[in-house]
């Protein structure tokens, strides 16, 4: 499988070279040159399949031969070993529970996956290569986790003094081993522009291979397709029209979903459902797509005002609005709504969750007033992530998980920095 830069001003690719860039050298998003819907008997007979199986059958022409398949089938099993239940609110709404991988984001899957490839591509090379993120929070602790012990690979993570939790802060810097995390004299945005610089550097980058782990690289962006095909694989015998609400901040984890579909997934919509950040609420409304700063929410990892994967999501749908408009809804919510949300889920159903789930729960009750459908919203943080805010509102304590528990004995060990020629100082020594 060949993959374009979406600026059309770069060469196709292989996906190797697609996940060792990240970004195009147009600075534009890869995207795979075809997408082949699978056999109808692949969704027919999807019970007697195992997860590991499902995934294996779903990404494999994206990525093999370039990963041989008996290898592409060891990191699937490796990145998917835990479960990814459905959780039953009431005969309308499910939610999908994302948060029983090891640091309890969604984005453990796409971190693992990643990590996984590199360390194949990686292998036989003699220069490491680095990873260079920038976190708000959870972004840091999956990629953290994902590559801990990689052969060939360096993480170096950056995230802002005081602005992560403490959960997240201890997920970040007690790893040791091939992760090293700055604690930068700034907030996020300082940490996002500190990265850009560095990979904009000529300089360090004639001397170091680095590359990023956000959602716009394809080996984080697409194993996120997985578990749509696990929610269908559950739900299938109860329910005709599935639709799907994605709590969304960059749009990755919902355009993965569309990737589903377009794989022959029976999906009826989507519903991006977003905090105060409504850039692409407003885009659906007027058709004119202009990003804004970002707002602080209590949602903070969907504190998004330009969303780097809504240009893959157009592609998809031939960069057509009403096309896109047949398939996907969006709502924007703001955090006393939000609060609202958890709330009633907890008293009403005795669910907890955080508020990125909440925040997908109201976007199915909203779908539901003129739709029929049963809605899956993603729960795609364990509530502990946010416990000041959840606990403040469903005035319970919420103990604290094995994986969680585990880390908060360790000491955190972080070089501070304030500026970029620290950053490059101690990248280049
Ligand atoms: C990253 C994140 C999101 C947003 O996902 P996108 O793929 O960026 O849209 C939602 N919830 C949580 C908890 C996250 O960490």
Redesign the pocket.
């Known amino acids: 499988m060949k993959y374009y830069s979406l600026n059309k001003k770069a060469p196709n690719t292989t996906f190797e070279e697609a996940v060792v860039r990240g970004l195009a050298p147009d600075k534009g998003l890869y995207f795979p040159e075809s997408i082949t819907p699978l056999e109808a008997s692949f969704f027919e007979n999807i019970e007697d399949k195992s997860n590991a199986e499902i995934a294996l059958e779903a990404i494999r022409q994206f990525i093999v031969p370039e990963i041989p398949e008996d290898i592409l089938k060891t990191i699937v099993e490796g990145t998917l070993s835990f479960d990814f239940p459905v959780v039953e609110i009431n005969k309308n709404i499910s939610t999908l529970e994302l948060f029983h991988g090891p640091t309890m984001?969604?984005?453990d899957v796409g971190a693992r996956f990643m990590a996984r490839c590199l360390g194949y591509f990686n292998k036989t090379n003699t220069n490491d290569i680095t990873v260079l993120v920038a976190t708000s929070g959870?972004?840091g602790g999956a990629v953290a986790n994902g590559f801990l012990g990689v052969k060939g690979v360096n993480v170096v993570i950056l995230y802002p003094s005081g602005k992560v939790s403490d959960i997240q802060e201890k997920q970040l810097t007690t790893l040791g081993q091939n992760i090293t995390a700055l604690e930068v004299d700034g907030v996020f945005d300082d940490c996002q522009d500190m990265v850009k610089q560095a990979f904009m550097d000529k300089e360090l980058t004639s001397k170091m291979q680095l590359t990023s782990a956000n959602?716009i690289n394809i080996a984080r962006w697409l194993p996120q397709l997985f578990y749509f095909i696990f929610t269908y694989k559950q739900l299938k015998s109860k329910y005709k029209d599935i639709a799907f609400s994605v709590?969304?901040?960059?749009?990755?984890?919902?355009c993965a979903g569309m990737v589903a579909q377009k794989l022959g997934l029976p999906v009826k919509h989507f519903i991006a459902s977003n905090n105060a950040n409504a850039t692409v609420v407003n885009y659906m409304l007027s058709q004119t797509y202009s990003p804004k700063p970002s707002i602080q929410t209590i949602?903070n990892?969907?504190d998004?005002g330009n969303?780097s994967?809504f240009i893959r999501i157009q592609e998809l749908h031939n960069n057509d609005f009403e096309t896109l408009k047949s398939n996907l809804s969006s709502f924007s919510y703001t955090d006393n709504e939000t609060r609202e949300a958890l709330l009633e889920l907890y008293s009403d159903f005795n669910y907890v969750a955080?508020p990125?789930g909440a925040v997908g729960y109201l976007g199915a009750k909203d779908y539901l007033k003129n739709n029929e459908a049963h809605v899956v919203f993603l729960e795609?943080?364990h509530p502990t992530k946010f416990l000041d805010v959840v606990e403040d509102v469903i005035k319970e304590n919420i103990d604290l998980p094995p994986q969680i528990e585990a880390v908060m004995d360790k000491e955190k060990v972080a070089t501070k920095i304030g500026t970029y020629e620290e950053l490059k100082g101690f990248l280049l020594k």
């Open positions: 984001a969604f984005k959870d972004t959602s709590p969304s901040g960059n749009f990755g984890n919902i949602s990892a969907m998004v969303p994967n955080d990125h795609t943080a």
